[in-house]
C-alpha cells in the first residue's frame, strides 16, 4: 500500500532555513507527481509545490516562489522541500502527497505531516 513519510521540521528562526523530506513506498515512485501542502492554525489546507517526478517539472505557489524549492531522488524514492527566507506566516503543519498520476495534479494519498514553526 501507499506509504508516505515526511521529516525534517522543526522551530526555526525567521530568516532561516529547513529541509523537509517525504519518503514514498508501495509503488512506482516515478510514476506519480509529489507534492506539498502546508496548513497553518485557523487555515486552510493549501499547495506549495509539487514536481513531476518523470521529468522533474515543478510547480510553486506564489506565496512561495523564489524561497521553497521542491525536487526528488528517485532512486530513493523521496521529495524534499527546501525553504529558505522563512518568515512567521511559514509556520504550518507541512503534508506531502501523492497524484493520481504525472499529469494531473489531484492528490489522493497524504503523509502524516510535519511542524515548521518559525519565530
Known amino acids: 500500500h501507499v506509504q508516505l513519510v515526511e521529516s525534517g521540521g522543526g522551530s526555526v528562526q525567521a530568516g532561516g532555513s529547513l529541509r523537509l523530506s517525504c519518503a514514498a513506498s508501495?509503488?512506482?515512485?516515478?510514476?506519480?507527481?509529489m507534492g506539498w501542502f502546508r496548513q497553518a492554525p485557523g487555515k486552510e489546507r493549501e499547495g506549495v509545490a509539487a514536481?513531476?517526478?518523470?521529468?522533474?517539472?515543478?510547480y510553486y505557489a506564489d506565496s512561495v516562489k523564489g524561497r521553497y524549492t521542491i525536487s526528488r531522488d528517485n532512486a530513493k524514492s523521496t521529495a524534499y522541500l527546501h525553504l529558505s527566507s522563512l518568515t512567521t506566516e511559514d509556520t504550518a503543519v507541512y503534508y506531502c502527497?501523492?497524484?493520481?498520476?504525472?499529469?494531473?495534479?489531484?492528490?489522493?494519498?497524504w503523509g502524516q505531516g510535519t511542524q515548521v514553526t518559525v519565530s
Open positions: 502527497a501523492r497524484a493520481y498520476s504525472n499529469y494531473i495534479l489531484l492528490f489522493g494519498y
Open positions: 514536481i513531476n517526478t518523470d521529468d522533474g517539472t515543478t
Open positions: 508501495g509503488y512506482t515512485y516515478s510514476t506519480f507527481c
